[in-house]
């Protein structure tokens, strides 16, 4: 692991029977795992080459028993790490040797839906899909929709603000969520949000959502669902050079048009995903886009025709429309696996996830091309075109000394270049631990120093997932807070005015 996470305190790790015990007196039964071999299954998330196993993992049924957890180890000066299915790409869920892992798989369970005001309340261990299987026979739908929709949960999905094809018509998670019950790290339940479109106060809903489980555990989430569009069509579109590709992506957006999705794949991710799934990709192109078109059966049959005309114009070799769902859905197949199908180039791939303006797009693709020579390891573009999200895969293989470290200055570089052409570090994979260290590449000391004082607002001792995000955390008390809790006031024999 080239990357230096908090060491592990020797105190907390003689107290680990002590730890424990507590916890089991919290969550009896089978709610808390210490043997070393069970707890492997929770040493990584997505993000496998950074692994280390949990001091122990707990795995809560209640709010009252998150709350009593959180409580007890923030009295107690122990670290927690929060989980939900632990598919994150940016190590947001990675394990610290010296911390409890809060495990949310047991909240799984949806709670209310609510057709007339269209909302769902779910608790945050339900995952993704599971959300729209509960109100499809109805006719809806939840929209953001990750290719990792099938085992990531609501919970994880707040904490990283997630994305997904259709995010680019309907909003990322930050867009569909309407409040969040939330367990502070001192036990305190809080809500945010509700319901309604409008809450009062300040929109502290949003701080949380995208905040990757640094603020507080979500314990119940309310979410907007939307009726299915009347129909929806898929258009194959072959280009001879990925300028033009992008250049068709500008002028779509540019007369008007917001695709239900549209996204990218260069001729290396078409190649992978047409020998894995068969989707029916044409192969003798250099970039692919799918655009998809939703809605009522008459507009979506006007802005498919739109769309091929924008599409020719920008000199396409080949469309092809989907004729009926079960085609739509198969030219989704090979995007939806393109990574699993980088699986098969190679016995590791790392993925990228910066976003950049659309236009910049050439340039960027050029420049990681020569990165790729450079740092001698492949890479295969598959990407959220829409709003300029690009999913790098740099392959590489961990059992060849070096390579790891070829792959992480490579993915680092493409990243700075995001930075350079006016873009993001991340697009919807978060910071975790895996970008943490070019966070100063995006932001001053002072924004970070910001950033910070929202982290004591609501964690003063820094006992939430550290060693992510931040590059460094600095002591609530150099920022200049003062946290008064059930009004204990610190330092009460001070004068105050
Ligand atoms: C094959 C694959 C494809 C993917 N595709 C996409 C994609 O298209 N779009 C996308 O956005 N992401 C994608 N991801 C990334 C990942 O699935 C998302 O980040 C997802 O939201 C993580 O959810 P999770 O339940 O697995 O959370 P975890 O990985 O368990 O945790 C992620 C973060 O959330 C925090 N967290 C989890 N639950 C809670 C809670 N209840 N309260 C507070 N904090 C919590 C954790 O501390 C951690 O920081 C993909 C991942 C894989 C493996």
Redesign the pocket.
Known sequence: MSLVMPAPDPATLAKRAEIVAALRAIVPGEGVIDDIESLRAYES??LTAYRQPPMVCVLPETVEQVAAILRWCHGNRVKV?????????SG??LPLADGVLLG?ARFNRVLDIDYADRVAVVQ?GVTNLAITCAVEDAGFYYAPD???QI???I??????N???VHCLKYGLTTNNVLGVELVTMEGDVIRLGGRGLEPAGLDLLGVIVGS??LL????EVTVRILPRPQTAQALLIGFPSVESAGQCVADVIAAGIIPAGMEMMDRAAVHAAEDFVHAGYPLDVEALLIVELDGPVAECGHLSGEVERIALANGAVSVRASVDEAERIAFWAGRKAA?PAAGRLSPDYYCMDGTIPRRRLPHVLNRMNELSGQYGLGVINVFHAGDGNLHPLILYDANQPGQLEAAEAFGADILRLCVEVGGVLTG???V?VEKRDLMPVMFSEADLAQQQRVKCAFDPELLL?PG?VFPELHRCAELGRMHIHRGEVPFPDLPRF
Do not use: I, Q
Request: glycine share 28%.
């Open positions: 998330d997505g790490v929060p989980r939900g299915a632990g598919t994150s790409l947001g869920a949310m945050p990750p290719s990792s085992a990531c949960t919970g994880g999905n707040v904490a990283e997630s994305g997904g990757e489980g507080g555990v979500v314990t990574f919807e994979h978060g975790g997932n992510k």
